[in-house]
């Protein structure tokens, strides 16, 4: 069966330091997404693609986190500088289109800053 | 107020026994239900989803949604040691919103 593949798997970093994510969905997908997932607590979304498009960042700290997605097929997460509140599970996420309710998730990266 | 309350556990259960789950929520736009088990390290998986109120059964596992009081459930006979992990409910309206989950433990 097909799944969402995240790298790396785990990453421990610096404050101040860059650190960057990478998803690769399901073929076929056209929604993407990007969740963070604090420990004891639910994924909480951080940014939706459709295609290549951002439909909902709402929730996206801008000033620090970028998120792409160019072709509309594997999507990028970046975080620049990383905050020691930073440290979480980083889920992506992918669905056939926006209304499905069936999204498979990836494993994740667990990024710890230090 | 959250839009979606869960209590996180964790809850320990003897094997074979039935394991309740519920989630509260506030909003009422939401149409959608789902459950999903997220393994140790892993991503969730979806278990099950429904729109409507009433019993939705699969397996070993029954989704209940009472829309009047707002209030979802997760059932699970003849419990397993494999059935230990983290249960998440989320809620669709315009997103998806989910709870904080609960952990269950399936004691041998």
């Known amino acids: 069966e097909a799944e969402v593949a995240q790298s790396p798997r785990y990453k421990i970093t610096e404050k101040s330091q860059a650190v960057a994510f990478w998803c690769d969905p399901i073929s076929g997908h056209a929604t993407l997404y990007w969740y963070r997932q604090i420990l004891g607590q639910g994924p909480e979304l951080l940014v939706q693609?459709?295609?290549?498009?951002?439909?909902?960042d709402s929730q996206l700290p801008k000033d620090r986190f970028s998120a792409e997605r160019l072709k509309g097929v594997d999507s990028t997460l970046k975080i620049q500088p990383a905050e020691l509140g930073d440290s979480a599970m980083y889920l992506c996420?992918?669905?056939?289109?926006?209304?499905?309710?069936?999204?498979?998730f990836g494993p994740g990266t667990r990024l710890t800053v230090t | 107020q959250k839009e979606v309350e869960q209590d996180p556990g964790p809850l320990s259960v003897p094997e074979g026994a039935i394991v309740s789950l519920n989630c509260t929520y506030s909003n009422s736009a939401f149409q959608y239900f789902m459950w999903y088990r997220q393994y140790s390290r892993k991503g969730p998986e979806l278990l099950m989803y429904t729109y409507s109120s009433g019993n939705k059964e699969d397996g070993r596992f029954t989704a209940q949604v009472d829309k009047s009081s707002k209030y979802i459930s997760l059932f699970i006979r003849d419990s397993q040691p494999s059935d230990s992990a983290t249960y998440l409910c989320a809620m669709r309206g315009d997103k998806i919103i989910f709870g904080k989950g609960t952990r269950l433990h399936i004691l041998p």
């Open positions: 996420a992918s669905s056939f289109d926006r209304d499905s309710l069936r999204c498979n």
């Open positions: 693609f459709q295609d290549e498009s951002v439909v909902d």
